[in-house]
């Protein structure tokens, strides 16, 4: 009996990695053979994802967080491609704020640009750039002011969007993630009218990932950036369909299940490839609002909340590891 353990980061309460070992202990200790796999879809631990299937070496920079104060953020550096794997999150992301400090009115996505700098002068000819979790809605202007076309031209860009939502409009930056950053009501109203100001991006304000990380997908897609599903091409690296081959169960999750998680996330990227294998696959939330039957349209098996409680989390996902093995295993016997 094997499971195989590939959830996402609970934001601010555990990595996907510990989240991993924590279902992964409680399979094991009721007997089955578990993998652990941990993923992202664009967000913060994508690169160590991408770190554990093409190596490379880390390194780090100083830039400034969201408000603009210096930090040290990292950087995936791949030798042989010359290959640099740069995160939104790192430079310019949520957990980098106290909850006071959250602001996206004045947060700025410079640190970004900053960062992305660090690697075009290190020699890169390809650069990754992940989008999700940042603190930003700014639509890219503190980033665009620090680089221009001509920097970019000269690599491939790639943008690894964790949502594919819009620009603007009811699902679009302002209004989908404000509130997550730390927006009012009045604050989103006039974020959507800064968005709507920039005219610049208009070309590419329905693409979708173009509001992502606060309206980085747009501006980098004006720069000249491909976008595409970072849920997608993280399970294409690894290699996904193939690893979960002889599975007899796929546990995946996040902290928190709702409307985004329809929208790009690797929770229901992670469903649909387990359809696809014929494989089961278990989708678990700390925190579940939306109908379990939107998840199993796109292939979940099951929908399971845990507590809720942050403290509680690497408990409850051991407990459920376990139970689920246990359940798997009664099942194989009838």
């Given at each position: 009996m094997r499971l195989v353990c590939s959830p996402d980061s609970?934001?601010?309460?555990?990595?996907?990695?510990?989240?991993?070992?924590?279902?992964?202990?409680?399979?094991?200790?009721a007997g089955a053979e578990a993998t652990e796999l941990p993923l992202a879809d664009g967000g913060e631990g994508t690169a160590d994802?991408?770190?554990?299937?093409?190596?490379?070496?880390?390194?780090t920079a100083?830039?400034?967080?969201?408000?603009?104060?210096?930090h040290e953020a990292r950087y995936l550096w791949v030798e042989d491609r010359r290959l640099a794997v740069v995160e939104s999150a790192e430079a310019i992301g949520l957990?980098?704020?106290?909850?006071?400090?959250?602001?996206?009115?004045?947060?700025?996505?410079?640190?970004?640009g900053r960062l992305i700098l660090e690697a075009l002068d290190a020699g890169a000819r390809e650069l990754l750039v992940t989008l999700g979790g940042s603190a930003t809605?700014?639509?890219?202007?503190?980033?665009?002011?620090?680089?221009a076309p001509a920097d970019l031209e000269s690599i491939r860009l790639t943008v690894l969007c964790d949502v594919t939502n819009p620009l603007h409009g009811p699902r679009g930056a302002a209004r989908a993630f404000g509130p997550q950053k730390g927006a009012s009501s009045q604050d989103?109203?006039?974020?959507?009218?800064?968005?709507?100001?920039?005219?610049?991006?208009?070309?590419?304000?329905d693409q979708p990932g173009a509001g992502a990380a606060g309206g980085l997908g747009a501006a980098l897609a004006l720069l000249g950036a491909n976008l595409a599903s970072g849920a997608a091409a993280v399970?294409?690296?690894?290699e996904f369909g193939r690893r979960i081959g002889g599975a007899d169960l796929v546990v995946t999750g996040e902290g928190k299940v709702d409307t985004t998680s329809l929208e790009g996330k690797i929770p229901v990227a992670v469903a649909a490839a387990c359809a696809q294998?014929?494989?089961?696959?278990?989708?678990?939330?700390?925190?579940?609002?939306?109908?379990?039957?939107?998840?199993?349209?796109?292939?979940?098996?099951?929908?399971?909340?845990?507590?809720g409680e942050p403290a509680e989390a690497s408990h409850d996902l051991a407990e459920l590891g376990y139970a689920l093995a246990r359940l798997v295993s009664s099942l194989k016997r009838c």
């Open positions: 609970l934001k601010g309460v555990l990595s996907a990695s510990a989240a991993a070992s924590a279902l992964a202990g409680g399979a094991r200790r994802v991408l770190h554990a299937v093409w190596g490379g070496a880390w390194r100083t830039v400034c967080d969201a408000l603009g104060r210096p957990p980098l704020l106290m909850s006071d400090e959250q602001d996206p009115l004045r947060t700025s996505s410079e640190g970004l809605v700014d639509g890219g202007a503190g980033l665009r002011r620090v680089l989103i109203v006039e974020l959507e009218r800064r968005l709507l100001e920039m005219s610049e991006l208009d070309a590419y304000a399970l294409d690296a690894i294998a014929g494989v089961p696959c278990v989708v678990f939330g700390g925190v579940i609002t939306v109908p379990a039957e939107e998840l199993y349209d796109r292939g979940a098996t099951a929908l399971l909340a845990l507590s």
